[in-house]
């Protein structure tokens, strides 16, 4: 199997899911408009806030894991 760098994976992953079409009305239409590659610091801002969100919706998982994990 070959071993793959991530910058590879990325460009995979991003052509694969420029490809994705959805049924609309009976036609084939791109599910996405466009594909943009976010740099590391962006996609680190990206996960921050949605832990955020998803805290405040479900309250934070590792502290269940903890309380719950006995």
């Known amino acids: 199997m070959p071993v793959e760098s991530a910058p590879g994976v990325v460009a995979e992953l991003t052509g694969r899911i420029a490809l994705i079409t959805s049924d609309v009305d009976g ?3 791109l599910a996405v408009s466009s594909v943009d590659r976010l740099s590391a ?3 680190r ?3 921050a806030e949605s832990r955020a969100a998803y805290i405040a ?3 934070d998982p ?3 894991l ?3 994990g006995c």
Request: no cysteine; glycine share 22%; charged share 15%.
């Open 62 to 64: 590792a502290w269940s």
């Open 45 to 47: 801002a990206v996960i």
């Open 27 to 29: 036609r084939q239409m």
């Open 41 to 43: 610091e962006g996609g």
């Open 66 to 68: 903890i309380v719950g």
């Open 57 to 59: 919706e479900y309250g």
